[in-house]
Each structure stands twice: as C-alpha cells, then as structure tokens.
C-alpha cells in the first residue's frame, strides 16, 4: 500500500487533520479526499492554471504541489470565497461582467484575481494580463476577466 | 416587437451562481458509485497490422478487473459514415489509436496494467498528406469503404481513399469565365488545429442487471450518443440513459459520440460498477477530433469593374483515419463555396481524403473557417489586381436579400453590407496609419457566413412544466458548454409565458427526462431548440386560457393574461391567479376542471432539401448568419511579429435573446480566430502529433487579447424565434483572413496560409526584399 502521512492544515478557515498519500498531488487530495470539486483540472502538468489554489495566500498550481507540503499551511479554495451564502465581491463581478462561458476555467481564474487583488488592489490591464497569464480560458472571456478584476478594485 | 420584455435584455446567467461558487457539477465531480478506472493502450505506428496482442500480464497486474481489446469488440460506430470500431480490429489507422482498454480499482493500476500490455505491428505504408492519397496508387486505408452503411446524402469511392467527393455545378462555369476579363489562381492551406477545451473529454457508464445502460458524458448530444450506442451494441433506446453535465467547453470535439461506448463490455461484466475514463491532455490532443487540413486551389474570374464572374475551388480535405463526421464538413464546405458572395457561376469539388493523421472532425465553423480563407484571401487578391477598394469589391459582390448561395438556395434576411461597414468605420478604413519606431502598419477587413451544418430534418423538442405555484419547468435535450443555452432559453420561455426568468427553472439533459435534441452544434439551439420552447410555451398558455375560460364562464376569445392571472377583457374582476389555474384547477363546486399544464413543443426544419447529387444544388440552410471582422496590425520587421491594434468584430444575430451573452460569445469566437491566425498549428511527424500540450500547442491567453469591438447587428430572422438566428461558431471565421489581410496590406506581401508566426511572417518579407 502507498505510504501516508499526517497533516494538519487549515482549509477555508477550518482546520484540519488527515493522511495525505505520499507522492499524490494537492490537485487530487483537494478534490478526491476533500470533496472541494470546485478546483478544476485541465492539464495536471502546471500549463493551463485550472487547479489554482492559494497557499498560505499565494496562488500555485495544485497539481505542481504535493499534498503532503500542505502540512502546517493555509488552503483557500474557490469554496472558501463565499461567507454564509454571500459572494465575495470578485464573484459578484464576474457574475456581473458574465466573465465565462463554460465556467471550467473561473475558480481558478478567480483564486489567481483574488491574490493579484491582495497584492495590488488596483491592477491595470498589464498588470492583469502579467498577473493571469498562466490561466488559459478557451472559451476567451479574457476581456470580461480584465473588466470584472477592475470593477471589483474599484468597489 | 419593442414590447419585448425579457428577450433582448441582459440577465444573469442561470449557471452564474454555481460557475463562480465552484458549485457547478462538471461530469468528473460527480459521486456516481463504486467506480473503476480506466486506461487505453495505444497505437505506437500509424498504420499497420496488429499482429499480436499480449495482455496476460496486464490481466494479473494487481487492481485489474478488466482487459478489452478491438477482437472482444468490433462492434462498428459513426455518426454519417460507419467506419470506425472502438478499439481497433485488425489494423491501427493513427498514431495513438486506442487497441486495449484496461479497468481497474486505481486509476494506477489501469495505468501500470497499460504499460505490460504488448503489441506487436507490421507497420504498412502511411499516407499522410490527402493530396498523396488522392492519388490512384496511394495506399488504401480502409479497405471496407464500399461495405460501410453511409447516410445517402455523402459520396465516397470505394478503392480508393476518398470518403466523399462533393460537387457544387451552378451556372455556366465555362461562360462565366468567357465573361471575365482577368482571372486569378492561387493555392491555399490551412493545417490542422485542436479545440483543446479545458475540460478534456470524459465518460462513465454502468450496466444495472435489468439490462439498463446509463451513460454519463461530456458529449455535446447526449441524444445523439444514445441513438448511435442504440444501433451500435443494438440496444432499444428505453434501456440506454445518457446523463449530461456542465461541459467545460465543446467547440465541437464533443460534437457525436466518441469514448462513451469503450466501456461498455467492461461494464457489463461488473453490473452495478461505475467504468469511468478521463482523457489525459495528451490523450484530449491526439485521439479526439482535430480540425481538418485543408488544401486548396482557388480560381476566380472577376471583370474589371470588380464584378465577381466566375468561381472554381477544388478543395482537398485531410480528413484522418476516421471521417464519420468529417464527410459532413467537406459537403457544407462544398455547398457554401463562395463563402458570403453572390457568384452565377461556380464548380466546386470538395474531397475528404482519409489519411494516417489523427481522425478530424467538427471544430467551430464546420469547415468555414478553412473555405472562406481561401475566399478572403482571393478577393483581397482580386481588389488589388484591379486597384479597387477590398471593401468596395466584397459591397459589390456580397450576398443581399433575394442572392443565391454556390447551392442555388436564395438567402432572405440579409444584411452583409452593414456588418462590413461596421467594422470598417470602426478601425478607420481607409486612412492610413504610419508606424512608429520603424514598424509598419496595415488594416483588413473580411466577410463571413455560416449556416447549420445539419440533416435536413434534423428535430428539436421541448417540455414546459407548469407548477402548483405558477412557477415552471423547462425542459429540453440541449447541452450546456458554456454558450448560455440555459439563460437563453429561459428567457424565450419567460417571453412567451409572461412567467419571469427567475421563476423558471431548467437544467442539462438526462435523456430519460429530457425531449429530443438532435445536437447542440452547428450555432442552431437558439433557433430550434428556442423554438420549440416557444411552442410548448404556447402550448402551456393555451391550456392555461382554455382552463380559465371554463373556470370563469368566460370565452376564450374574451380573455387577457398578464402572467399573474387571467381576467375577462370586460371585467378585469373577473378573474384567476395563475395558481387557481395551475393547481388542478378546479370550480367553485369542488368539481374539478383540468389536471396540471405541460405544454409541448418540437421543431423540425421545413425549409431544407436534399441537395442535387451531380450539382450540388438545393437548400442546405436553416438560416444563413452574416459577419464580419476588422483588424489593424502592427508589424516589427526585425522580428516578424503581428500586434494586433484594433480588432472590431460584427455579427447578424437576428435578435440577441441576451445582448451581453451574444457580446460574450462574439468575443470568445473572435479570440478563438485570433489564436489560430497567429498560433495555432497540429503538426506531425508522419501522422506522429508533435505538439500535444499547452506549452507546445499555444492558444491565445491575456498577453495575446487585445480590446475587442464588438457590433450585434439585428435583422431579424423570420422564423426564428422573436427573430433571433445562432451566433457561437460565426465570429471566428473571419478573423484569420482580416488578420492576413491587413498584415498583406503593411507588408505588400501575400499569406496563403495561416497562422502568421513571426517566423512566417519575417521570411515573406525577407523573401520579398
Ligand atoms: S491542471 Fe494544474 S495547471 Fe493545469
Ligand atoms: S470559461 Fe470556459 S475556459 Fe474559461
């Protein structure tokens, strides 16, 4: 049987303990043993940006990291954004701006606007562009992504 | 129609919340069962016999249930044209065909069991180019092609490699050009591209005792995968169920059925066992459906006044090793061949060529995107002969009311002319922009029509559910990937029974609840599956009258309905709440009057024929959707670079049912154009894909998209619902050819082929230094 090992974390606010498998990525243990279906897998090789996550604030490619790394971490997940049924104000805009089509791409395209917002809250469209160019939207609402991420700076 | 109070306005997506919450259910974050997983063992050459497979090891591999091969199950599949098995027989036609599928408890286990599967080929010659296998001593892929069941409308010649040849003979080719006084010849290509939704392709299926297969799938139809497992594995369609769910993106490779009967024998040796396959990015690149190559030869004979005369295109389409749907592309690539021209004279011969390349199949624009480059690109050629305005010479030549199409049929609502000028006025046609720094600029504009590519009777339907509480339910068999059919239809629902969109419900297709959809491709949902809600809409409203007129002892003819209640024109006291109605209505004495309201609708085109089978002549469309692109590029010399400065984008929608998801969807189709003219190419290495990855294989992300102008243009189609027409593949179609245009404009050199690399682009004005 494959190796595991316990970790403890927090995941949207709660904490946490369970055995990671070794060698099974945080794609697969956000999705298979935390039931948080909503982050995505496009590519599982770290090039289209569906499975970002934020790790203690900063936005990674869950399927480039080892689930066991999120030992003694803080997870936020696109399940994390919404309090008591409330959006946060960077879906809302996306809701507003209709910035997907298919919808496959946006929790990760939303988890990486989240962290460009912390860091910049008032990002322009290059800084935008710079800050999402690793989350490929084939659908193309690249244009509605920018307006939404500048609509909910400005709020 | 300005009394409109829904359609034609913006409301949010009814997938909104669930999209931006992670809520949303995409196939694979479904709990179905007690699953297995499975794997496919694939071709390492591209043509050859299989001499031997060895799967002993596999089969004792720890995990493994299960082990498949072609042999166990050569049961025969396609949409148009029979041709393909699920795993190949006796011979692998393309690098990567699956030849073995292997189910076990771990998606490792599968995967490791794959790995001792041994195979053994003797490897046959390929034919990787069509314009090769064409030819009369070519190799032959299919050797059967005169034994395949075939829809009756496609013309393949069996001996040989070609699936379909398509005919267009309208006119007097030959005096057409007689009338011309100059004539242009030129050779095109397009390569092969790959749709490369995030979402890659999915499918389970589970075999319950009593016989029940229940399929879930990111198909784009699940009727269409029913109907075509039905005849497949011969099962009545009542005991084949076909789930759907959000798709991640279609664009077509979901389009008819693909993995969802590899399955099927596994499951039914573990009844009660989910058997599910989740295809890898490199399994989504090389074994789903690529864009079909094209190679073209395009002759026009025009007068000097720009007056198109006369137009030959022979049209050579590498169509893969499987064209079970690529024959249809080559057929409406065929009947649309002066692209959005009015030409009297035109021969056309459209031929899909199997090859060793991986299998083609529909991508948005169904062949448009490829044909109407060459079409584009020539007027432009023709413009510049004659030293007329490009613009001047598509007003001059483009389709108007009352024009014929290359098949002869005779377009209505049309307005080509203002969709140009939109775009021309907008990136400033006409005046020229220097560059700066040494860089050159140029504009382009370019042209666009589609129609559905489908059957002639190709059906819709559709359910409306009213509930005890005037609320509804729609229900219907299209698909959502993204396009907004579910917002959309709502909206046509609410329009038609005065029942706000927030009071309807409705949800993607399950095939044992949900009415007949043919597919959901070819930008046809709007207008059929909407017009089937449109009438089950009705249908609901007249029950709901003749209920009320019974209630109240009113005449039908003398009452009103505001979507709350239905009250007598003569006095508005007179009256029942939309509940009364509803709930198993019943009088003032108890006695019941009529159970719940469930209005039904379907559609069927009434409009389309069969086309002539010598000249190609007859109506192919539903409805013809009008476009056109503008682009203003600039160039640096030094590397070869495109940016692109302005890029405006028209659409003729008819009626945008919601303005901003038609606005939405114009941008996503003009960036999908965006990224093939300037990035995207499959290639191969002796039928080999060598670019299966998003590092190799790049689409357009941020960086790449610049501001787009968009332009909905509205004139209405008369028969589609409250005018409306489809828009999701058009606004791709022309970006390719006003890009290449614009870069021909600042360069002085000609593009016949896209997309337009730096490299490309450097050496053609090397070359013309
Ligand atoms: S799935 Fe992680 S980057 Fe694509
Ligand atoms: S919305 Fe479909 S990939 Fe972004």
Redesign the interface.
Known sequence: MSDKIKIKFTVNGDSEEREAVVGETLLKFI?DELN??????????G??G?CTVLLDGKPVNSCLVLAVELDGKELL???G??KNGE?DRL??A???H?A????????GM?MAARSLLERNPNPNDSE???A??G????????????DAVKDSASK | MSDLKTVGTTVPRKDAMEKVTGAAEFIEDRYMGPMLYAKMKKSTVAHGKIVRIDTDKAEKHPGVKAVLTGKDYPNMIGLYLIDRTFLAVDKVRFWGEPVAVVAATSEKAAAEAVELIEVEYEELPGVFDPREGIKPDAPIIHENLGNYEIVPIFYPKPGTNIANHFKIRKGDIEEGFDQADHVLEKEYYVPQMQHVPIETHKAAVQWSPDGKLTVWSTAQSPNVVRQLLAKSLDIPMHKIRVISSYIGGGFGCKAGASIEGLLVPIAQKYPGHIIRIVFDREEDMQGTFTRQALFSKLRTGFTKDGRITALQYEMIWDGGAYTEYGVNIVRAAGYSSTGAYDIPNVKTDSYCVYTNNSIGGPVRGFGMCEMQWGIERQIEEVAKHLNMDPLEVRLKNGMKRGSTTASGQVVHDVDYEKCLKLVADKIGWGKQESGKDGKLRGKGIAGLVKCPAQPSNAASSAIIRINEDGTAHVMVGATEMGQGMLTAISQIASEALHIPVDKIDIKVPDTDFTPYEWQSVGSRITYTCGTSVKRAAEDALGQIYCIAANLLEVPQEDLSYDGKKVYSNKDPNIKATIREIADSCKKCTGEGIAGPIIGRGSFVPTNMTNLDPETGQGNPGLFYCFGATGVEVEIDPETGVVEILQLASSIDAGKAINPQLATVQLHGGTIMGLSTALYEEVRFDKGIMLNRNFTDYKIATFDNVPHIDSFIVETPETNGPYGARGIGEQPMIGVAPAIANAVSDALGVEFNSFPLTPEKVWRALKDKK
């Open positions: 999705r948080l279906t909503g982050t995505k897998s496009g590519c599982e090789i090039e289209c569906a997940t696109i399940e954004l919404s959006l879906q809302q996306f809701i507003d209709a997907f089509q298919c919808g496959y791409c946006t929790p939303i935008i562009n710079k999402l160019s989350n490929l939207c084939r659908c193309g609402a690249y244009q509605e992504i920018r």
